[in-house]
Nanobody
Framework: VQLQASGGGLVQIGGSLRLSCEAS????????IGWFRQVPGKKREGVAC????????YYLESVKGRFTISKDNTGNTIYLEMTNLEPGDTDIYYC????????????????????WGNGTQVTVSS
């Protein structure tokens, strides 16, 4: 499976962005789970994830109430609506795919990510 991410950019504090991640090279065994970002010196941390079989979601504490993850009817494309952006949100965001079925709670670790999309840069300026 290949993942193509898009939608990053430069915004001011309080601005909004919408990220998209589309899976191609159709393989029914894999779907995008959500978005991760790089923590300096550590593994990527899960920012927002959505379960494969339901609409159950997980959010990193610092983005709760500001970010919303969703998916299309096929589950092959996921979206991340980012609002009220803060400088601390500045990072490269990566979408990851898991083998189905998966739970949004697996977002706690990137150990099981089977494929990564290209990173998309989000920069929030003051």
């Amino acid at each position: 499976v290949q993942l193509q991410a898009s939608g990053g950019g430069l915004v001011q504090i309080g601005g909004s962005l919408r990220l998209s991640c589309e899976a191609s090279g159709f393989d029914a065994n894999y779907r995008p789970i959500g978005w991760f970002r790089q923590v300096p010196g550590k593994k990527r941390e899960g920012v927002a994830c959505i379960s494969s079989q339901t609409f159950s979601t997980y959010y990193l504490e610092s983005v709760k109430g500001r970010f919303t993850i969703s998916k299309d009817n096929t589950g092959n494309t996921i979206y991340l609506e980012m609002t009220n952006l803060e400088p601390g949100d500045t990072d490269i965001y990566y979408c990851g795919a898991f083998r189905v079925p998966f739970s949004s709670s697996w977002c706690h670790s990137d150990d099981g990510v089977a494929a990564w999309g290209n990173g998309t840069q989000v920069t929030v300026s003051s």
